[in-house]
């Protein structure tokens, strides 16, 4: 996958640590609204082994009323301009707004994560003239009214054909496929079964040799699985992303970022173990 000055080498697993700078996130809002708490955590994330941190200003969960680009900025600008100084590790926005993406990248950030499927022309300018990552993330109608579009005739193949629409979309705003990365958009306008089916099939999702990325952790799904809150969903996060690992999956935005990397260093082991023994 190739980013503004990076070139991730997706032969291995990346973790991607997620900083929540938002009041209201569902798992961990307010915990690192301040840029010297948001720092410490991003510092922890990198030495765990996190291949990437994702900052995001935001809470896009089911319900949540939208942002201001200015309230937005006002919260990232003191994290950004902290996190690029100390971190070492390329850094992701998760933004929608093309003034904010195009204010991210001027502080040298490597790549925008757009939950909008490339709903604002701006954004994919921005991306474009800076030759940023830009990860491609499914998702129906908006945080606010997403849950309301949870109806399709197969979630796999619908949700496979609008990211096919959205990818050349992309492509006719002059973005590099090799900057594009895949996301299925698990809780983005679907419901906790439909996620599942969709993570049992996530094979199925690849298209134009595009790396995969999942958010999984601590999202609703598993909530309902094992009937516990956000906080204590890291074992069955980590166990999600085993099973997106084995379908495919080459990039996982966790907040447990330690456990998950341990958790793909054995099963890399492990799949590489069978390789060889197959071959001999």
């Known amino acids: 996958w190739r980013l503004r000055t990076h070139h991730l080498d997706l032969d291995t697993n990346v973790v991607m640590g997620i900083i929540n700078v938002t009041p209201d996130s569902f798992s961990d809002g307010g915990q690192f609204l301040d840029p010297k708490v948001?720092?410490?955590?991003?510092?922890?994330?990198?030495?765990?082994?996190?291949?990437l941190l994702d900052v995001g200003a935001e809470s896009t969960r089911p319900g949540a009323k939208p942002l201001s680009?200015?309230?937005?900025?006002?919260?990232?600008?003191?994290?950004?301009?902290l996190l690029q100084s100390k971190i070492h590790i390329p850094i992701?926005?998760?933004t929608y707004h093309g003034t904010t993406a195009r204010q991210a990248l001027n502080f040298g950030v490597e790549i925008i994560n757009?939950?909008?499927m490339g709903q604002d022309p701006d954004l994919l300018a921005a991306v474009r003239e800076y030759e940023a990552g830009y990860v491609l993330m499914h998702m129906r109608g908006n945080p606010e009214t997403m849950m309301n579009h949870a109806k399709y005739e197969s979630v796999v193949a619908d949700v496979k054909k609008e990211l096919q629409r959205g990818?050349?979309?992309?492509?006719?705003?002059g973005l590099n496929p090799l900057n594009i990365c895949i996301d299925p958009g698990f809780g983005f306008a679907k419901t906790p079964s439909q996620n599942a089916e969709l993570l049992?099939?996530?094979?199925?999702?690849?298209?134009?040799?595009?790396?995969?990325?999942v958010g999984l952790s601590r999202k609703r799904m598993l909530r309902e699985c094992v009937g516990t809150e956000p906080e204590k969903l890291q074992a069955a996060s980590v166990a999600a992303c085993m099973v997106a690992a084995r379908q495919g999956a080459r990039i996982f935005r966790v907040h447990d970022v330690a456990a998950t990397v341990q958790a793909l260093q054995m099963e890399e082991i492990l799949t590489n173990e069978a390789t060889q023994g197959d071959e001999t």
Request: without cysteine; proline residues 6%; glycine residues 4%.
């Open 38 to 51: 948001a720092l410490d955590q991003a510092k922890i994330m990198e030495a765990a082994g996190a291949g």
């Open 200 to 213: 049992l099939h996530l094979n199925q999702l690849n298209f134009s040799n595009r790396p995969l990325m």
């Open 114 to 116: 757009d939950i909008s």
């Open 69 to 81: 680009p200015e309230a937005e900025w006002s919260r990232l600008q003191p994290v950004l301009q």
């Open 167 to 173: 990818y050349q979309n992309l492509l006719a705003q």
């Open 92 to 94: 992701s926005v998760d």
